[in-house]
């Protein structure tokens, strides 16, 4: 899709990009080619889009999978799709408030940055079967999932981003790129998945939250509510945590561990 035919669509049906919901539509075929090439998707694979806005990507990526399957939250763009687009699912829905949806072999989103946290956590606790993630965030964001411990930005998000499995940043995105143009620029990240995401679930992802409820606070305190004091004390032991460590110290591996120990 480009920039005249996102444009004549708006205008066709009457629709206004909803600056609520972060709509800012992908108008550069190039991006669009090598974003679609980076999902790597074989006609067997199951395809999760989160938030198609008006297809840029779902139509190519359709023409790919008979199994495609889209949650947008916006009302009139999930109507216009299920009307216009022959080879894919359109759920209309908040994707933040989905149950699980079955399971995909790949996951793609061009993802709205003011519920990027929530739409990746729910996609690791729930999708983290997904061999291959592939989303565009805007650059700041970067420092929120590529950081270690002891950095400010280091978090759940973070360490979910870790345990899932190879990170790379593919390309930047310039803003002229969409319509209508974001004040920031993008980038295109992938993630593909290693045995450490054996350990993604929706629990793990809600013990997480709960290791970071306090940042400042030493973790034990943090994780009183949901184990006695004598299984932290051992678990800290066996896995060589020091007593008065912060949530921020630990590695994800080390999270990882430690929800095995107290589980
Ligand atoms: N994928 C399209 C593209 O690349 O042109 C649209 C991207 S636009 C940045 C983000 C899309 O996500 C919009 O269509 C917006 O309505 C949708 N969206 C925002 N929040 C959502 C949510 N919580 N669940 C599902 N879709 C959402």
Redesign the pocket.
């Known amino acids: 899709m480009n920039r005249e035919t996102i444009k004549d669509i708006m205008q066709s049906q009457g629709i206004l990009p ?1 600056v609520k ?6 108008c550069d075929e190039d991006i669009i080619q090598s974003i679609v090439d980076l999902c790597e998707v074989s006609s067997v694979d199951h395809v999760l ?6 297809g ?2 779902t139509y190519p990526l359709s023409e790919l999978t008979d199994n495609m399957t889209c ?4 009302h009139g ?1 999930a109507d216009y799709l299920s009307s216009n687009i022959r080879n894919a699912k359109i759920i209309d ?4 408030k989905t149950d699980n949806l079955g399971d995909f072999e790949v996951v793609v989103s ?3 940055y003011y ?1 990027m946290t929530d ?1 990746m956590k729910k996609l690791f606790a729930d999708y983290s079967d997904a061999r291959k993630i592939v989303f ?1 965030v805007e650059d700041e964001a970067i420092a929120r999932i590529d950081c270690g411990p002891d950095t400010k930005q280091y978090g759940p998000l973070a360490i979910l981003c870790s345990l899932y499995g190879t990170y790379k940043y593919e390309f930047k995105v310039p803003h002229t790129a969409f319509i209508p143009q974001p004040r920031t620029t993008s980038a295109v990240i992938s993630f593909s998945r290693e045995e450490t995401a054996d350990i993604l679930c929706p629990e793990f992802v809600k013990f997480l939250n709960t290791c970071f409820s306090m940042r400042r606070k030493m973790l034990k305190k943090n994780l009183t509510p949901i184990a006695s004091p004598d299984v932290i004390d051992e678990a800290f032991r066996s896995i060589g945590i020091k007593e008065t460590a912060r949530a921020e110290e630990l590695t994800p591996e080390e999270f990882s561990r430690l929800y095995k120990a107290i589980n």
């Open positions: 909803q919901f972060g709509q800012n539509f992908l889009e989160i938030g198609p806005g008006l840029s990507l949650v947008e939250i916006d763009l829905s908040d994707f933040t061009n993802i709205p519920v739409i565009m």
